[in-house]
């Protein structure tokens, strides 16, 4: 079964270095999606990515973050400079192609383990 | 502010026991209700639901909609210690984003 596949598993950084995590989505999906879950809390929406721009963006998705999708099968997410707060747990999703009046699920990737020191 | 409710927060059931894990929201031109189930990674998806009153069944996982109560449930019947995980219920907005609002999820154990 199709997947979506993130790397790196974890990575370590040290605080107000940039780091890139990189995602690469089912292959006839559309619609992106970067999520965090900081330790021991709930997944947190970030930023949502259609048609190669951003289509929503949440509080937490300040200036100190962006999303490419540089060619046609990756997305990253780019932290300029970390902060010891960013530490969590980022997923990325993606979704189908949808009609109208219908919507698919998300399916996540297992994660990057962020770890700021 | 969006906000999902999930109940109880933890679950310790023995083997073959059946458990029903509750899930109340309140989301902005809500679309859809899903749940997912979390073990060492990655959210696995389960279900999604649209429309009130229909069931969804996969195996001895089923789960319900009521969107005038805001409400849902999600039944494991017979449970077996694979079915240990934590279990997330979130809501997709249907504004074309559909940015998913989770709760804080289930922690179900299944003793053997």
């Known amino acids: 079964e199709p997947e979506v596949t993130q790397t790196p598993s974890h990575q370590v950084t040290q605080m107000g270095q940039e780091v890139i995590l990189r995602c690469v989505p089912i292959s006839n999906h559309l619609y992106f999606y970067w999520y965090r879950q900081i330790l021991g809390q709930k997944v947190e929406f970030l930023v949502s990515?259609?048609?190669?721009?951003?289509?929503?963006k949440s509080e937490i998705f300040d200036d100190q973050f962006s999303v490419e999708r540089p060619d046609g099968s990756n997305f990253t997410l780019k932290i300029r400079s970390t902060k010891l707060e960013d530490s969590a747990m980022y997923f990325c999703a993606s979704s189908e192609p949808r009609g109208d009046y219908s919507n698919q699920p998300q399916h996540f990737g297992d994660g990057t383990r962020l770890s700021i020191l | 502010e969006d906000k999902v409710v999930q109940s109880p927060l933890s679950l310790v059931v023995h083997e073959g026991d059946t458990v029903t894990l509750n899930c109340s929201y309140e989301?902005?031109?809500?679309?859809?209700l899903l749940w997912y189930k979390q073990e060492k990674k990655a959210p696995t998806f389960l279900f999604m639901l649209?429309?009130?009153?229909i069931e969804k069944k996969s195996g001895r996982l089923s789960s319900i909609l009521d969107k005038k109560e805001l409400f849902s449930i999600l039944n494991i019947t017979a449970t077996q210690t694979g079915d240990s995980a934590v279990y997330l219920c979130a809501g997709a907005q249907g504004t074309g984003n559909e940015k998913l609002t989770f709760g804080t999820g289930t922690r179900l154990t299944i003793i053997p």
């Open positions: 990515f259609y048609n190669n721009e951003i289509s929503e």
């Open positions: 649209t429309s009130s009153g």
């Open positions: 989301v902005t031109n809500f679309r859809s």
